[in-house]
């Protein structure tokens, strides 16, 4: 089988399916079978353009797909129709980049990588297009809603170095946030707890059980009735920083989750959360060199 891959076009790679053998005369009626809620005359519109490709890269002609035989045991390429998003007004910038290792200050709002009603405006698909680095990808994520430094990979020979670093809790994060001021909660202070999906695709919560989350938290800074904090997670739970917060009666300021949920489609760019990843710190597998990476974007009281 070949290990052809085609090239991303505007940062957005193609998609792939596999063609088993069937009953199918011509490639047109597999594709109509397998995918339902796409048309015959869209495919074949899409070969017109060029966006279907064998496994070897040679475009797929809508004379060639409407006849036999079907080409079954190998591979098909395409790329998929992207919608049109409207543009999300805030940049990534590229702080560092070596030959394994691109690291990215983030803008709120703007996803990492593609989602729900999100694939142009991501930092993936956005870097992949400036810089035609077809085999980037992201070696840890942070929320849409939160800025602040994201590490991705250049290369998949030193990949799986750089993911076990995380994985194996190696790399030092401080975080950032603004959030209520409460002389009664004393700082500093470790919050452990146990975080499971709250019922909500969305949302997290703290349940009774074992510890699966471990933050370190302390005041930097306290101006009237807020504070910043800093944050140092060891573990990685989706939405601990935030879960961890509110559990202290101190949710971060301007959070669209939690206490309460905001509606899809209600975000106030003039609000964004007060949460920032401010720095890293870890030893390059590769390099061998100390790494510390910190964030230019501050927070606003």
């Known amino acids: 089988m070949s290990g052809y891959k085609p090239p991303s076009r505007q940062g957005v790679g193609p998609s792939c399916v596999g063609l088993p053998a069937g009953p199918w005369p011509t ?3 597999f594709l109509a079978a397998r995918f339902p809620n796409v048309t015959p005359a869209i495919w074949l519109q899409r070969m017109a353009r060029g966006d279907v490709l064998d496994e070897v890269g040679t475009p797929i002609t809508p004379e ?3 006849l036999p ?4 045991h190998t591979r098909l390429y395409y790329y998929r129709d992207v919608p049109y998003e409207p543009p999300i007004p805030f940049d990534e910038v590229v702080l560092y980049q070596d030959e394994h290792l691109l690291v990215v200050d983030k803008p709120h709002f703007l996803p990492v990588v593609p989602s729900g009603g999100y694939l142009a405006e991501t930092v993936l698909v956005r870097l992949k297009r400036k810089l035609g680095l077809d085999e980037l990808v992201p070696i840890h994520r942070i929320d849409r809603d939160t800025a602040g430094l994201v590490l991705f ?5 030193s990949r799986a170095a750089y993911a076990a670093l995380f994985r194996e809790h190696q790399v030092h994060k401080t975080y950032h946030a603004i959030a209520p001021w ?4 004393p700082m500093p202070q470790v919050r452990q707890s146990r975080i499971m999906e709250a019922g909500h695709f969305m949302l997290q919560q703290e349940v009774p059980g074992q510890p699966n989350a471990l933050t370190h938290i302390d005041v930097l800074e306290v101006r009237g ?4 904090y800093e944050l140092k997670p060891v573990t990685g739970q989706r939405h601990q920083l935030r879960v961890h917060m509110l559990g202290l009666g101190l949710p971060i300021l301007n959070d669209g989750l939690y206490p309460d949920l905001t509606p899809e489609g209600q975000m106030d760019y003039a609000r964004p959360l007060q949460l920032l990843a401010r720095e890293l710190r870890f030893t390059d597998p590769v390099s ?4 510390h990476f910190v964030s230019q974007r501050q927070l606003m009281f």
């Open 27 to 29: 490639l047109i009626d």
């Open 64 to 66: 060639l797909a409407s």
């Open 69 to 72: 035989p079907y080409p079954a």
């Open 153 to 157: 990979s250049k290369q998949p020979a």
């Open 182 to 185: 409460r002389a009664d909660v």
């Open 225 to 228: 009735n807020l504070a910043r």
């Open 288 to 291: 061998g060199l100390a790494r």
